[in-house]
């Protein structure tokens, strides 16, 4: 009697056998062997000839029963449970270029409820999406990846999104543990790939494990202000019987900027001060720039962000932020009379490459350097507290009027007289 089967890339025609499961060695047992074997309703196995039903079994086999929810949580394979794990701790996406070693991963997304599966037909745009939808959502998405080379292949815009703090699950298949002893073709360091571009690796070693090795992936990832966690999963501790899925782990919170941060940018913005605040991360959304525009109300000091900062609200009614220019001249001229520059999140401005008879380090010397937040703490409630600190106004709608009127006077002294618009445009 004929069947189908998964095999690598497509179905691929078999025979149903009568075998003794005690036979067959381990390595057959991979995602396209199916044993079959008639049994009495109680289980018990019945001899060639005699009537029975017919038992299927294998890790091609859809693991699950019909509209019986609870038998089919309770027979679950290593896959399956890291996938349920990461739909409860909130993971709603997973962006894939999936190959033989992921495969029953994606089996299990059939079978799971609240995964969307996106396929990216190359894993530089599985990366880029999971970056660009990690900024946007401010959560992880995960992605799915076959093997080192996979990942190599994604390896570019997990840098972009490195950079940006984008919280990311790389969920990267691997060989068999005990097929890597013989260096197959597609055997490589795949924690040397990741390495580079995650804040936290690490390599399953059992499918009983899978699960709470997700839950940390998951954790990882939501370390404020985000990062990227790249979860090797071997290919047996994928189809290979687990428990259960893990419950989710507390999500960290961002530290508090210290009272002395604030204080010291405080006593710095006098009004008349040439003092610049510099901002990255969730600052730049709209509480942020509020608090910054009441700042910049009561003191003057200009609001900036970085050239690729990684997500920036703009807009009509928004307060404005100018963006710090690319090459390195543009920059020295952008930050030339800065007296103090107060970081929120950031870092100080240096030219992207460094070029014969030009600075790398683009702010002027004697500018005073001040860090009111770190990336690691809540800059948003840092620049709310530096705006009670400094007496700002309360009203918005003030604050940008007040703001726009000193960006036009301040950057017209940067620019030898002339009023830059392209600097005060949102």
Known sequence: ?????????????????????????????????????????????????????????????????????????????????????????????????????????VAALDRVEGMRAVLGLFEGAVTGMADGYGRMAEKPAATLLHLGPGLANGLANLHNARRASTPIINIVGDHATYHAQFDAPLASDVVGFARPVSGWVHSSASARTVAADGARAVQAALQYPGQIA??????????????????????????????????????????????????????????GLDAAGRVAAATGARIACDTFAPRCQRGVGRVKVERIPYFAEQIVE???????????????????????????????????????????????????????????????????HIQETRYSEWTAESVNGRTDHRSLSS
């Open 1 to 105: 009697m004929p069947f189908y089967a998964p095999t690598a890339c497509n179905p691929g025609p078999g025979l149903s056998l009568i075998l003794d499961f005690d036979d067959v060695p381990p390595y057959c047992l991979s995602c396209f062997v199916t044993l079959r074997r008639k049994v009495r309703p109680e289980g018990r196995i019945v001899p060639p000839g005699t009537s029975g039903e017919l038992c299927t079994r294998g890790y091609s086999v859809m693991r699950g029963y019909w509209e019986d929810a609870e038998k089919t949580a309770a027979n679950m394979n290593g896959a399956e449970s890291l996938l349920r794990t990461l739909v409860g701790a909130g993971v709603e996406v997973c962006f894939g270029n999936p190959g033989t070693s992921e495969m029953h991963f």
């Open 334 to 400: 952008f930050m030339k009379g800065t007296e103090q520059l107060i970081l929120v999140g950031a870092s100080p401005p240096v030219s992207f490459f460094a070029y014969p008879n030009k600075p790398s380090w683009c702010t002027p010397e004697d500018c005073r350097i001040l860090y009111l937040a770190h990336a690691h703490e809540d800059g948003t409630a840092a620049l709310e507290a530096l705006a009670d600190a400094v007496n700002a106004p309360q009203t918005a709608v003030a604050c940008r």
């Open 230 to 287: 790249t979860l090797i999963l071997p290919a047996d501790t994928a189809w290979l019987e687990a428990d259960r899925p893990a419950p989710a782990l507390p999500k960290s919170m961002p530290a508090i900027a210290s009272v002395e941060a604030i204080e010291q940018a405080a006593g710095v913005l006098q009004p008349g001060s040439k003092t610049m605040i510099l901002i990255r991360g969730a600052a730049l959304k709209e509480r």
